[in-house]
């Protein structure tokens, strides 16, 4: 989902809420827009307001703790290329095109992943290329005759780890559960339109209280930005750091 659009949404119909409060204020007799009338309205929709709060601040959690996931999967991915380029580096000159191999794959992942042109991104570890670079690492690692128990045993540990590797990197591709499902935001609008249209109908419109209650729609739109952004850590303008990757390729054929 486009996070930028999902945030003008409900920005949109804070703002709709909003006028339509002040509207329907006009309308009304005195006596609904005071005594018994106006507690019972206000306690409706502090209700309202503390679902609403209740239901954002779960959500939040719940993004950043994807997000985090998805970073530490990565972290993970990158501290065992470099365990496995040391132990190929233990095994001697035969090594070499394994070694030259696990570099190209990893330097196709952050070409795929975090690309110089937008345009060529995929933001997915499972791309065509990517899996391409793996095979011919594999392969390369099979193709290895060990003479000695410790080439045998380097090249095993090497096997381990490479398929740890492939794990680590098809459970990165795994599609995430949408953190806000269409029936869910759109519930979640209603709400917000309701509780806009309350501070609408409670408060006197003058530049004090609308400016107030552009400032909170903001708010709750960053809120849902940030939820639906952190729910996309490859594909969204709050992204996984290349950093982890950076580095453990700069530490390769050392």
């Not at 233990?90 to 937008?118: C, F, H, N």
């Not at 339109?193 to 903001?218: D, E, K, R, W």
């Not at 952004?229 to 530490?251: C, H, K, M, N, V």
């Amino acid at each position: 989902m486009d996070s930028l659009l999902i945030a003008t949404i409900v920005f949109a119909s804070s703002l709709v809420g909003m006028g339509s409060g002040f509207f329907i204020r006009r309308l009304l007799p005195e006596s609904h827009r005071s005594g018994p009338s106006i507690d019972v309205i206000k306690q409706g929709f502090g209700l309202i307001a503390t679902m609403v709060a209740l239901v954002l601040g779960l959500l939040v959690a719940s993004a950043k703790s994807a997000f985090d996931s998805k970073n530490t999967g990565f972290a993970t991915l990158s501290t065992n290329v470099i365990v496995l380029d040391r132990s190929l580096a233990q095994y001697g000159p035969e090594a070499k095109p394994a070694r030259e191999a696990l570099s190209r794959t990893v330097e196709s992942m952050i070409d795929q992943l975090w690309p110089a042109s937008e345009s060529a991104a995929t933001h997915s570890a499972d791309s065509k290329v990517i899996t391409a670079q793996g095979t011919s690492f594999a392969a390369a690692l099979l193709n290895l005759a060990p003479k000695t128990e410790l080439q045998k045993s380097i090249q095993s540990q090497a096997l381990q780890l490479s398929g740890d590797l492939a794990k680590t990197r098809w459970s990165l591709t795994q599609p995430a559960v949408p953190l806000l499902p269409t029936p869910f935001l759109v519930v979640m609008v209603f709400w917000l339109g309701f509780l806009f249209a309350s501070y609408g109908l409670l408060a006197p419109c003058n530049a004090t209280v609308v400016v107030t209650l552009l400032i909170c729609s903001l708010s709750l739109s960053a809120a849902i930005f940030l939820i639906v952004d952190l729910g996309e850590p490859t594909d969204g303008l709050i992204r996984i750091s290349d950093a982890s990757l950076r580095y453990s390729l700069s530490q390769l054929g050392q």
